[in-house]
């Protein structure tokens, strides 16, 4: 895990959202394509020939002060090449990066009589996040898949929360561990988020076989095993035409 820190006067103007899984689009520039720093992102495509588009990557919040002017995001290297990786490898202080505005969709409600908060190391930004963000008397459990404990990290939070790391390195798995999670009685709410075939599974497990109330699901695939993340938002959007 990476963590990258942005700051800057515009950053000092950020409000800071209701929302504990608040996400941004960084904009990664191809190598040699200096770009505009007034680029907008919704005209990028009209204004750019095709060559010098950039990426775009959403990652989760981790942390915003806007009193120190400061934007802190966890990235998680999947350890495979690409570009993402190589620009984050040449990436100095004072660089510049262009970002889009911060947004969000996920937080725990009153409604609910415990959380359950499951993902892989992508989804752990947001899970510590929420964590972070409960107040007393609060009930939670989490449910983490990392690689091994090496990538284990501390969770501070004033909730009542039980945390289970799954590591696959002794062929854990999240699937298998949330399905063998005992369910307190009462409203659950969950915030469930990692691998989109994990996920897959997840959805049809917690709103068939537990009866989740679906509302009270945040459930989706942010990265795809084998697919890169054009790749996976192609497959997604075209899910969803169907």
């Known amino acids: ?23 941004v689009r960084l904009v990664i520039p191809r190598p040699g394509v200096t770009l505009p720093e007034n680029l907008d992102l919704r005209r990028m495509h009209a204004e750019l020939p095709r060559s010098a588009w950039p990426r775009i990557r959403t990652y989760t919040v981790r942390s915003l002060d806007p009193a120190a002017a400061e934007l802190a995001i966890d990235i998680y290297d999947h350890g495979r090449a690409g570009l993402t990786r190589s620009w984050l490898s040449g990436l100095r202080i004072g660089d510049p990066v262009l970002m889009g505005d911060l947004r969000g969709l996920y937080r725990p409600g009153p409604e609910a009589d415990w959380h359950l908060l499951a993902g892989d190391a992508v989804a752990l930004p947001a899970i510590a996040v929420t964590l972070a963000a409960m107040t007393p008397g609060t009930r939670a459990k989490a449910v983490i898949e990392v690689a091994d404990a090496a990538d284990e990290q501390p969770l ?16 854990e798995s999240l699937v298998e561990a949330v ?15 990692g691998e989109g075939g994990a996920m897959r599974e997840l959805r049809r497990f ?35 035409e169907r």
């Open 179 to 193: 399905r063998a999670l005992p369910f307190d009685p009462g409203v659950v709410q969950a915030f469930v988020h």
């Open 1 to 23: 895990m990476t963590r990258m820190v942005v700051t800057g006067p515009a950053i000092a103007h950020v409000t800071p959202g209701p929302f504990t899984d608040t996400y």
């Open 206 to 240: 917690l709103l068939r076989e537990r009866g989740m109330r679906k509302e009270l699901l945040s459930i989706s695939g942010y990265w795809r095993r084998g697919l890169t993340d054009e790749q996976w938002r192609r497959a997604k959007a075209m899910s969803a």
């Open 156 to 171: 501070p939070t004033a909730a009542d929360c039980a945390v289970r790391w799954v590591h696959r390195s002794r062929g």
